[in-house]
Structure formats: C-alpha cells, structure tokens
C-alpha cells in the first residue's frame, strides 16, 4: 500500500426532504450567490421551485445562470466567470448533474484565477489553487462530481474536452435527495451507471500491491451498483434502489476508494476524446471504451483481472485458461451495458472510422501518456479505439 493523505471536506445531506436545509447551508457560505442549472430539467420536475423556497425562506440574494449543456462548454464558464464579478458573487450553487456542477466548478475557479481559465484546463502546472465556495443540489447520479476535486469542460471551437482537479474545487455540501432522480430517462439512469461503474474500475486497476480492504471496499461497492442500477432503471420510483445508486455514485468518486493505490484512468481519457469530437453522453463512451482497454492490456497484470471477473463477476474459476476467465467477465460486463441500453461498440453508437487516429492524437496533446496501469501513447490509444470499432 503506498502512502496516502485523505481529505473530503464534503458535507453530504441524504434523503427525502433533504432540499430543504439547502437555504441554511449556503448562507453559511455566501451571502450573494450564482443559481446555476442544466437546461431545463429541474423547471419540469419542481426541483428549482424546492431550492428557491429554501433560499428565499433563509433570505438568500441570489443571480441565475441556467443553459448548462450536457459535455459543458467553455464558452458558458466564461460568461459566469464575467457575470459573477459584474454581481459580486461570492458562493455557487449547482443544481443538477455533473455538467452543471462541472461548469459551476470552472466558474468559482475563474473567478479568482490570473489569466483565462482555460489555460489550467491544458496545463496541470497551471491548476488553479483558490476558488469560490460552491454547494450542490444534486439531480443525477454519475459523474460524483458533487464531492470530488474534478471538473470537466469542453472547449467548442476546438473540440477538446478537459479536466482539472483541485481540492479547491471540492464542493461545501452535496444535498442528496434519491427522489429527485425518479425523473431520470431510462438513457440517463443508465449512462449514470456506467460512469459509477468507471470510477471503480479505473481505481480497481492497479499495479500497487497490498490494497486488501480498498479491493474489497471497490469490489462491494461494485456489486451494489451492478445489482440495483438496473432495478432503478426498470423501476424509476423505487427509493431504495434510487438511493442505493446515488450514495455509490459519490462513494465511487470520493477518493476513498483510491487510498493507498493508484488508479488507471486511461479509458477516461480515452473517453474525453469521444464526448468531445462527438457529444456522445460519457457514460455511453465509457461502455465502449473500457472493455477494449480490457482487452489490450489485461494481460499485463492477468491475476488481477481474474480476481476480478470471480469477485465481482461471480465467473466460475474451474477453468484453468485466465484468458477464457478474462473473456468470460468482459462477456457479462457487456451484457450487463446493453441491458441498460448502452452502446458497447463505436458503431453502435453510429461512430465510423474517420477521426480515430484524430482523436488518438488529440488524446496525447499536452501529456506523455496515458494510464497508469499501462503507459499508453497515441498509437495504444489508435488500437483500443480499433478494437472498439
Ligand atoms: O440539463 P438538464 O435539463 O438538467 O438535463 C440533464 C441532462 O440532459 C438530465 N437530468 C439531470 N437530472 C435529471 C435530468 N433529467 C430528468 N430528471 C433529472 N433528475 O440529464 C442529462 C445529463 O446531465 P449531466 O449533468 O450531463 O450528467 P452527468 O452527471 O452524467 O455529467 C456528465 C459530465 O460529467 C463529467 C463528464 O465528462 C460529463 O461532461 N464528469 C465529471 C467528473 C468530475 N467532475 O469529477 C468525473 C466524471 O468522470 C466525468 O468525466
Ligand atoms: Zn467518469
């Protein structure tokens, strides 16, 4: 096990009628503040009507930013980065999924950062160390951004999407009500799954040795999410499977999960590329692109592999060919995406061969590789996109 410093400084506010302590929450913070929204989801379902009631019965002052698009743009950061210091805000709320909190996140670092903002998103020598507060009212689960150090943006003009992670940017609290997610599209449900699925697999994959309990922590946490996401999905208003899908997704992305290890993370890299050439959902691309990282490098640590297929994909170890048991997982990883509805191959997806080596270039810019588990380069990244085809 190597040795690790853990801090997650988010207070979480789980369960039914948690909205309603949100006011109090961020007057702790803020006392002007950036409502910042998605595209129009929490009109229809009464969420902002919830969170308005509890800024307004706390005596909240309070500017809206909504438009936020799923793969959020740059180009919306900057205008909250403008329209902040034009009101003197001074705390962000995020209403909604990882998009939304995304783009607030890259507001309150824009704020207080010495140059364009999308320079940190390039450069991780240029990682912004101060932020505004920001709190979210979460509505999808997935992405784990509302207690993780992560923020995702995609700069349009040019096709690149990119993160920064900071622990500035580790939002106050995350108030978690499962019943805000009953309104999930099947897609949607599905797409959150996959990514919670990712954040534990990219940490699962390690070369370090020694991580018992984390192994066996990732490992459960897991199997909940393999048993219950289809549940939530068959069932939108089950709470309990709504709730049991929701608590994984932020305990996949706390960074608990990856004490004393050291993560992947290529196929999310490779991923970024997808969701920014194509605007697919990146719970989607992942169901693509991590079996065929499966595929290339497993055989690189295969014991780890095997442990895996048998503890959390319960394939029958009497074989004694670990490539036979290796297939066998991916085989009911895949089956396990398309019953949620996801695509596993880029055609699926109605992805052709045009920008593959594109992307695979794209992937590298500005870094020398990807992945830890194995360093890929771009021509890797070309063969795992290969294989995805
Ligand atoms: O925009 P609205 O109208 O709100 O609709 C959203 C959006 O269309 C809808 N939605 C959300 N909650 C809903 C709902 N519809 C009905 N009922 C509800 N309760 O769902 C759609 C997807 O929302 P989005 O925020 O894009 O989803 P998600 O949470 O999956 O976020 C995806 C983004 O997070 C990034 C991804 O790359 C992607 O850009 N990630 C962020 C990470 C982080 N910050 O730590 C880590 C992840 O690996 C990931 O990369
Ligand atoms: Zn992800």
């Known amino acids: 096990m190597n040795n690790f410093e853990f801090f997650n400084p ?10 309603a302590k949100t006011g109090a929450l961020v007057k702790q913070f803020g006392r002007k503040v950036l409502l910042h929204y998605g595209g129009g989801s929490i009109m229809r379902t009464g969420v902002y009507g919830q969170v308005i009631d509890s800024l307004k019965a706390e005596g909240v002052d309070y500017v809206e930013l909504g438009g936020v698009k799923p793969n959020p743009r740059l180009s919306l950061v900057r205008e909250g980065i403008e329209l902040c210091k034009r009101e003197g805000i001074d705390f962000i709320l995020a209403v909604g999924g990882g998009s939304t909190i995304d783009s607030a996140k890259g507001i309150a670092a824009g704020v207080l950062y010495d140059g364009d903002i999308w320079e940190a998103y390039m450069n991780p020598e240029k990682t ?4 505004l507060p920001l709190g ?3 509505t999808i689960p997935a992405a784990g951004s509302e207690s993780s150090v992560g923020s ?8 690149l999407k990119r993160a ?8 106050r609290f995350a108030i978690m009500n499962p019943e805000y997610t009953f309104t999930l599209p099947a897609y949607q449900t599905a797409c959150g799954a996959s990514d919670i699925l990712a954040h534990m697999m990219e940490r699962y994959f390690t070369r370090v040795d020694h991580v018992d309990l984390t192994d066996r ?4 946490a897991m199997r909940t999410l393999i048993n219950y996401a289809p549940v939530a999905q068959a069932q939108p208003e089950n709470y309990d499977a709504r709730a049991e899908v929701m608590w994984t997704g932020t305990i996949a992305h706390n960074n608990l999960l990856d004490t004393g ?3 992947d993370w290529a196929s999310h890299d490779i991923e970024h590329e997808l969701s920014g050439q194509y605007d697919i959902a990146h719970g989607a691309g992942l169901a693509i692109v991590f079996p065929a990282w499966m595929r290339y490098v497993y055989r690189d640590d295969v014991a780890r592999f095997v442990q895996y297929a048998q503890r959390v994909w319960d394939v029958d170890l009497s074989s004694a060919d670990p490539d036979a048991i290796v297939m066998e997982m991916i085989r009911r990883l895949e089956a396990w995406y398309k019953r949620l509805g996801l695509p596993v191959r880029l055609s699926d997806a109605g992805i052709g061969e045009e920008h593959l080596r594109l992307m695979a270039d794209r992937c590298l810019l500005g870094r020398e590789a990807v992945g830890n588990f194995r360093r890929l380069k771009a021509d890797d990244v070309y063969e795992i996109y290969k294989i995805a085809r």
């Open 261 to 263: 290890r050291i993560g």
């Open 217 to 220: 922590l990732i490992e459960g």
């Open 10 to 19: 988010t207070r979480i506010v789980f369960g039914r009628g948690a909205q």
């Open 152 to 159: 995702v943006v995609t700069d349009e003009a040019n096709q």
């Open 164 to 171: 920064i992670n900071s622990e500035c940017l580790i939002p």
């Open 136 to 138: 979210v009212v979460l």
């Open 128 to 131: 912004p160390t101060r932020a």
